[in-house]
């Protein structure tokens, strides 16, 4: 069993945008970031945080706009639209999840597509679906990176993407799709998700359900990626994977956490990069 190092690659990963930035930073040219966080949310704001942080080490410059749980649509869209105009900024990220009163789709759809660096725009997501050049969602391009650095090619593998949701689950499975796996999406209403798991030569699961995949439902030398984390009463982080017994069922496994999770980070700072270049060189 190999373990998935995540925290080693997006270390070299974060190396290469550092220096990146260094040369953009010849022409003039500082990467900028803006976030916007609303409520108190503790998992967002640690997120917030850690982005902030990445981007300060890798020389991107990073504003986060914090507004309270009880704001508004149309004053969250105007910071989108003071963003869009403000040239010094090359990628906007709202973190999710918004509070109920707020219609995240517009909120997303706001955004200039151009500066959508976690690609949730609908037009990015159209362009992932139809391999066009894009942003792509910071975790399951993480996910592929990791793949690729221990030479894992999903073609023709069955994928088993466990969750459906529109920040992890659909663009992943896009990206299997993309890479020429056969996959299958499983989600709440999954009638036999062993049955699936059990068929899987990779699988992808991002739920947030501690030990929602166990030994039993996985064949030998199943390559694990474990995209979820909660947190346990005693403080602990744990993922979707059951991972002391299903590790001895691997070939590769992601631990949670340490896997993905530094992975989005790096690939976060990737995409603002990659927009920074396309404005402005
Ligand atoms: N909430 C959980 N994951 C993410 C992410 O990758 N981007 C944003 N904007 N919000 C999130």
Not at 33 to 47: E, F, I, M
Not at 183 to 201: F, M
Not at 217 to 243: A, Q, T, Y
Not at 249 to 256: A, E, L, M
């Amino acid at each position: 069993m190999t373990i998935l190092d995540g925290k080693s690659l997006s270390s070299k990963i974060k190396e290469n945008v550092k220096k990146d930035v260094e040369n953009l930073q010849k022409n003039n040219i500082t990467p900028g970031l803006a976030v916007v966080l609303v409520g108190s949310d503790p998992a967002s704001s640690t997120y917030v945080n850690m982005k902030s942080r990445a981007c300060k080490e890798a020389g991107i410059y990073s504003i986060v706009h914090e507004m309270p749980e009880t704001i508004s649509q149309e004053n969250i869209l105007e910071i989108i639209e003071m963003m869009n105009k403000n040239p010094n900024i090359d990628g906007i990220l709202v973190q999710l999840p918004l509070p109920k009163q707020i219609d995240a789709t517009a909120i997303l759809e706001a955004i200039d597509p151009n500066k959508d660096v976690d690609g949730f725009h609908p037009y990015n997501v159209g362009r992932v679906v139809a391999g066009l050049d894009s942003f792509i969602p910071a975790t399951p391009y993480g996910v592929m990176e990791l793949l690729k650095e221990y030479n894992i090619d999903p073609k023709g593998k069955n994928v088993c993407v466990v969750g459906a949701s529109d920040i992890v689950g659909k663009p992943m499975a896009t990206l299997m799709l993309n890479a020429n796996a056969t996959v299958d999406i499983c989600h709440i209403y999954t009638d036999n998700l062993k049955a699936h798991t059990l068929n899987a030569d990779i699988v992808c699961v991002g739920v947030g359900k501690v030990n929602l995949i166990t030994a039993d439902m996985v064949k030998n030398d199943v390559v694990i990626v474990d995209i979820g984390v909660s947190r346990l009463e005693n403080g602990k982080l744990v993922g979707d994977v059951d991972f002391e017994n299903v590790k001895e069922k691997c070939s590769y496994i992601t631990p949670s956490p340490g896997g993905v999770g530094p992975m989005t980070i790096a690939m976060l700072l990737k995409n603002t990069v990659k927009s920074a270049r396309n404005r402005k060189c």
